[in-house]
């Protein structure tokens, strides 16, 4: 077998042990202490509340074990023998490069089809078994379609572009498509706020009184300029809560999940509202710009080196040669090593999470973030009791009764 296939084939076989003995792990964990509502939220969380969260979170557990298993079944048969059937089976009816980009658009939708089941399961089985599913199989349809046309029309001038610039611009490729991608990364914000999100939900201003008073005086405070306050009508699809901000400079959006409002005190949503302030406050977004534009450049830097290595393809097994396929064994080797990074990820993730509680415990006040936090968890069957090690690798966020007992910690003012 061809060496990079081979060795494709065993870091794959491996990161699919190590997540399943991970699931493995979180399961019992979470099942271990399903009837024991931990000491510190005895009074806020009740038993009921605590064994469905423990339920929800072994249900997507088992669930995201099974498409871990199809995502490993699916990639070995694509790189032991199923590219080269699809290649093969489009190179004799279509010219590169549009070759190439049919080749990559091909393998994106039949990945989606395959997902498509597991998505269908999650909402209309799992999510409504547990109470949280709002969603139509009308508004599922359309929303999977939306979803497939907005990324036909990003992908596709894109890929033509990669591989217009792999074709003509020889060694120096990758630095024009990582100026392309710094563009997208910059102007992402501003076309998702402006052309996508409006096409999946609807966005109204917040309306005037008090919890828009005390967003605004908190903003104030920070010195955070925005382009508006605004509630999206989350709660056509799910029960889920949330919020987020998005957007770079004076075009600064803050939208609020209706299912946010109606579950929580203007206290507790000013909270919420603080916490992405301090975000905000200690630059947690440009510098997670500036690592991403970093992490893109070393990244085609080694695929503009490899993909013009002769011997990339053979050792893939591959049995064509076409920038398309470099690209694709480029991405299939960034697969193999992704992983090892993912808790460095999540620890710079973790410290920015604890800085913007900590943030908000001064401007907000502790209690409020604390019952936040306590009612999103058990709102939306968080689990209190996940296994430690699953955490670390998996968790971009600390759990929450780690976070609740950093804020005890800080003083406020």
């Known amino acids: 077998m061809p060496i990079l296939r081979t060795a ?38 009740t038993p009921a509340e605590h064994r469905k969260a423990a339920d ?24 032991c023998g199923g590219i080269n059937i699809l290649f093969g089976a489009l190179a004799g009816v279509l010219p590169s490069p549009a070759l190439g980009v049919a080749f990559m658009i091909a393998l994106w939708a039949i990945e989606a089809i395959l997902s498509l089941p597991f998505s269908l399961y999650s909402t209309f089985v799992l999510e409504e078994k547990f109470g949280f599913n709002r969603s139509t199989l009308a508004t599922f349809a359309v929303d999977t379609l939306k979803s497939w046309l907005i990324g036909l029309i990003i992908a596709v001038p894109l890929l033509f572009a990669c591989l217009w610039a792999m074709r003509h611009l020889a060694g120096f490729w990758w630095l024009w498509t990582w100026c392309g991608v710094v563009a997208l990364m910059l102007g992402a914000p501003m076309v998702y706020i402006y052309l996508i999100a409006p096409r999946f939900n609807t966005f109204t201003p917040l309306p005037d009184g008090d919890l828009r008073s005390r967003v605004e005086t908190l903003m104030t405070q920070c010195g ?56 905000y406050w200690h630059k947690h977004v440009l510098f997670g710009l500036l690592r991403g534009a970093a992490i893109a450049f070393g990244v085609l830097a080694a695929f503009g080196w490899l993909s013009k290595q002769p011997w990339l393809l053979p050792s893939f097994g591959f049995a064509y040669q076409d920038d398309a396929l470099a690209l694709n064994a480029c991405l299939l080797l960034s697969a193999m090593v992704s992983p090892i990074l993912r808790p460095f990820s999540n620890w ?46 998996h968790y971009s966020h600390p759990p929450v009764p780690i976070r609740v007992r950093h804020l005890q910690t800080i003083p406020a003012g």
Not at 349 to 374: K, T, W, Y
């Open 56 to 79: 929800y979170t072994v249900a997507h557990e088992k669930l995201d074990a099974l498409q871990t298993v199809l995502g490993l079944t699916t990639s070995l048969l694509w790189v």
């Open 8 to 45: 494709f084939v065993v870091t794959s076989l491996l990161w699919t042990a190590v997540e399943l003995g991970l699931s493995a792990r979180q399961i019992a964990c979470v099942r271990r202490h399903r009837d024991q509502v931990p000491a510190d939220f005895a009074t806020t969380v």
């Open 224 to 279: 955070f300029k925005s382009s508006g306050l605004f509630t999206m009508d989350a709660s056509r699809r799910s029960a889920h809560g949330n919020a987020y901000f998005i957007g770079f400079g004076n075009t600064k959006r803050v939208v609020l999940f209706d299912t946010l409002i109606a579950a929580n005190t203007p206290e507790e949503i000013g909270a919420v509202i603080a916490h992405e302030l301090g975000h």
């Open 348 to 393: 710079i993730s973790r410290r920015n999470e604890f800085q913007a509680d900590a943030f908000a415990c001064r401007h907000a006040g502790a209690a409020p973030m604390i019952s936040a936090l306590v009612k999103l968890s058990r709102d939306n069957a968080s689990t209190l009791t996940p296994d430690d090690l699953y955490a670390l690798l």
